[in-house]
Nanobody, 125 residues
Framework: QVQLVESGGGLVQAGGSLRLSCTAS????????MGWFRQAPGKEREFVAR????????YYVPSVKGRFTISRDNAKNTVYLQMTSLKPEDTAVYYC??????????????????WGKGTLVTVSS
């Protein structure tokens, strides 16, 4: 049974940093792209960042580019999201995602094969 477990969320002041981790169990995902989505209160889930299977390629939504860094350690079956210069508008539940082997749109939730249960990030002003 595949499980994705996120950790690292919490309460932080604006301008602060957090590092999210997501560890997969049940199988390895070294051939899959992985990513992070988030869902703010009252809003739809949105794409945040994606990393290729090898880790050589990354992509970010413009609102976080330059502040967030996605990385992965395939030996540990883990993906990370380093978040800096956090803003109140970053407040959301952050979800780890494993993409299907073949997908067309990284922004689309339907491209995701597995989801974590989410970790809450709250940024106070």
């Amino acid at each position: 049974q595949v499980q994705l477990v996120e950790s690292g969320g919490g309460l932080v002041q604006a301008g602060g940093s957090l590092r999210l981790s997501c560890t997969a169990s049940g199988r390895t995902f070294s051939n899959n792209a992985m990513g992070w989505f988030r869902q703010a209160p009252g809003k739809e889930r949105e794409f945040v960042a994606r990393i290729s299977s090898s880790g050589s390629s990354t992509y970010y939504v413009p609102s976080v580019k330059g502040r967030f860094t996605i990385s992965r350690d395939n030996a540990k079956n883990t993906v990370y999201l380093q978040m800096t210069s956090l803003k109140p508008e970053d407040t959301a539940v952050y979800y780890c995602a494993v993409y299907r082997l073949f997908y067309s749109n990284m922004y689309d939730s339907s491209s995701v094969d597995y989801w974590g249960k989410g970790t809450l990030v709250t940024v106070s002003s």
